[in-house]
């Protein structure tokens, strides 16, 4: 069974550009969450998607963050514009369904805005 | 305010020795808390869920034990190994029930051979 998969690993912007992070859920997982650990700090959580619906966006920083789920499969993070701030490495993790508490997460995408 | 510490940001043992890392939290209710590790360059990897009920789990070396009046839980390696050394995360659930978690800032263990 393939696991969490995220795309790019890496992403290396300028301030003010758009950067489009993408997450592939292990087949089958209803829900899809989306973390961030900016340098020296734990990971935040960000939101989290039932299939196609977001459950829970209250850890979305701001309006510049925009998170879609097509079709309940595979998600996009975009960044529009990205600021020196949003540097960090964002995860995504996913579990089964209804009170489905194990999450499995993905290697990460390193975003570094400069 | 609301927190999540973890004992120590390093942790060096022996090998063979039995390592204890410390999650305590100040103003959550959590229904469960979960240990996850975490290597370099990847992403956290579940280890073990406890539930408010419960006062210890077992899963090979691992154990962990949940006190909710104290808000802390430990999480025991034994028999530690090299293999071992990572950085270990304890997580919780704000929100009773709800699966939306919060992180503490991680352990990072050494087990030195």
């Known amino acids: 069974e393939a696991g969490v998969t995220q795309f790019p690993s890496h992403s290396v912007i300028e301030k003010g550009q758009t950067v489009t992070l993408r997450c592939d859920p292990i087949s089958g997982h209803d829900n899809l969450y989306w973390y961030r650990r900016v340098m020296g700090k734990e990971i935040k959580f960000l939101l989290h998607f039932v299939k196609e619906s977001k459950q829970d966006e209250s850890g979305m920083p701001n309006n510049r963050f925009l998170a879609e789920r097509t079709g309940g499969t595979y998600s996009t993070l975009k960044v529009q514009p990205a600021e020196l701030e949003d540097s960090g490495v964002y995860f995504c993790?996913?579990?089964?369904?209804?009170?489905?508490?194990?999450?499995?997460f993905g290697p990460g995408t390193r975003l570094t805005v400069t | 305010s609301q927190k999540i510490e973890q004992n120590s940001e390093a942790l060096n043992i022996q090998e063979g020795k039995t390592a204890t890392l410390t999650c305590n939290y100040t103003n959550y209710s959590p229904a469960y808390l979960q240990w996850y590790r975490q290597d370099p360059g990847r992403g956290p990897v579940f280890l073990l869920l406890i539930r408010e009920n419960e006062k210890e789990k077992r899963k090979e070396r691992l154990k962990v034990t949940f006190d909710t009046t104290l808000k802390q839980s430990l999480f025991h390696i034994t028999a530690s190994q090299p293999a071992d050394s990572a950085t270990y995360l304890c997580?919780?659930?704000?929100?009773?029930?709800?699966?939306?978690?919060?992180f503490g800032p991680g352990t990072r263990l050494s087990v030195l051979p």
């Open positions: 997580a919780l659930d704000p929100l009773p029930y709800g699966q939306n978690f919060v």
């Open positions: 993790a996913s579990s089964q369904g209804v009170g489905s508490y194990e999450q499995y």
